[in-house]
Structure formats: C-alpha cells, structure tokens
C-alpha cells in the first residue's frame, strides 16, 4: 500500500533523514525504532504531509505522491497520531472525534459504533472535555479520532510513550484487531521493545536519520535486534 523510497529531509540547513526506504503493506505493522533523535518522528510528519521532503518518491495504492500537505494526505487515506496526542482539551471528546469528519463525505460523517466498542472509556465520557482526561485516556482518544477518518494508512507516534500498562495492553489489541481486519496498513513508531515485536511484521530501526537495520520478523532475530537497539542507546 505505502512504498517509499530514497526518502531525504532537511529542517533548514540540517539533514535528518537520508535515503531512507519504508514499505507498508495492507495487514501488517511496520515498526520503526531507534533512540531519541534518529529521525522516527520527523520520518513520520514527512509521510503524513506535515513537512515537505526534500527528495524520494512515495507510492500509495500505486499511485506516485507529490509533495501534498497534511490535509490532502489525509483526504487520501492517511491517518496520524502524533507524538503527544495532540487532542484539543476545551473540545469534548464528541467534538475532539468530530474534528475527522472534514475528511470524509457528509453522509458519511458519523461516530461508528466500533469506535466505541474499542474504546469503551470514550462512551462514558463521550460529554467531558479532552482536557480532563488522564494521558492513556487522551492517547485512546487520539487514536480513535484518527480512526474516524477511516484511513488505509495509520502512522502511529509512540503510542505508548507515558501510559500506563493495563492501557498500553488495551491499545495493543485495538491495533492488532486493526491488522488483522486486513485493510489498513500500519507504521508504528516505538521504543517499548516488547510492544513493538509483538506487534510488528517489519522493522526498521534508523541511526542518525539512515535506516541501519531493516527487514521482517522471519529474517530478523529478535535477540539481534534487541542488542542492536540496546547498543545503540548505550552509546
């Protein structure tokens, strides 16, 4: 669904992301991984259309992508959710959902009912505003407001980062019932090692904004990559 290539992006005068290549396929999760500061966010506001790249081609659905914005991407089918969750604490949690209404049709705007069955928190606190919610709750919300706009491509940015366990299990699942329903493909970023192997069909961990190691679970040994992640922060 998603193939990118030769991916390169610079803030001003700065490289971060050199030659990187990333395949998403539909019914799958692609994790990306690697310390603070490699690129993995940047990496991900580029294919969301949030920072323009510098060079590389992105195919989605065949189709080769210009340089669209954030918007546009999401018309086409690409969901975010950011680092941080991002949700707006004054809105409700209705409204915070209804804010992906703007990329789909007018008869198609309504909160489906699976949104719900996820996340059953959000029913019950359907009335209250985004801002009282605890981080898990907020990071629940976010993922379900992304959902909404019903996308055949979900980037999501350290889910995990801040929540607490019995939550992180709970959007574990929601994101492996979203894999294996087989039309969505899925880019995970996460350090939560376990978490990410769980979950993930392929991998790629970035150094310095470059791709260093890359390939799928059954070619990749999970002892490898863990040491490989480990010697990298003991770096």
Not at 150 to 173: C, H, S, V, Y
């Amino acid at each position: 669904m998603l193939d990118a290539k030769d991916l390169t992006l610079h803030y001003g005068g700065s490289q971060i992301l050199n030659g990187i290549d990333i395949q998403a396929n539909a019914g799958a999760v692609t994790c990306v991984m690697g310390n603070n500061g490699v690129g993995k966010t940047s990496l991900m506001n580029l294919l969301a259309g949030r920072h323009p790249r510098s060079g590389g081609t992105i195919r989605f659905d065949g189709e080769e992508l210009g340089r669209m914005t954030a918007q546009q991407m999401a018309r086409r089918g690409v969901g975010y959710v950011p680092q941080g969750r991002a949700i707006f604490p004054m809105l409700t949690v209705r409204e915070n959902l209804e804010t992906g209404f703007a990329c789909l049709p007018r008869g198609e705007r309504r909160i489906p009912d699976e949104i719900f069955d996820n996340f059953p928190v959000l029913a019950t606190m359907a009335h209250r505003r985004g801002g009282d919610l605890s981080g898990g709750q907020q990071q629940q919300l976010a993922i379900a407001r992304a959902l909404i706009t019903k996308p055949r491509l979900l980037l999501l940015d350290e889910p995990t980062e801040g929540i607490q366990p019995n939550i992180i299990a709970q959007i574990g699942r929601v994101i492996a019932v979203l894999r294996d329903r087989g039309d969505m493909a899925i880019v995970l970023v996460e350090q939560y090692f376990d978490f990410a192997w769980d979950l993930g069909d392929q991998f790629l961990v970035l150094e310095r904004g470059r791709a260093v190691t890359q390939g799928s679970k059954a070619e990749l040994r999970r002892a490898d990559l863990h040491a490989r992640l480990a010697g990298h922060a003991a770096a």
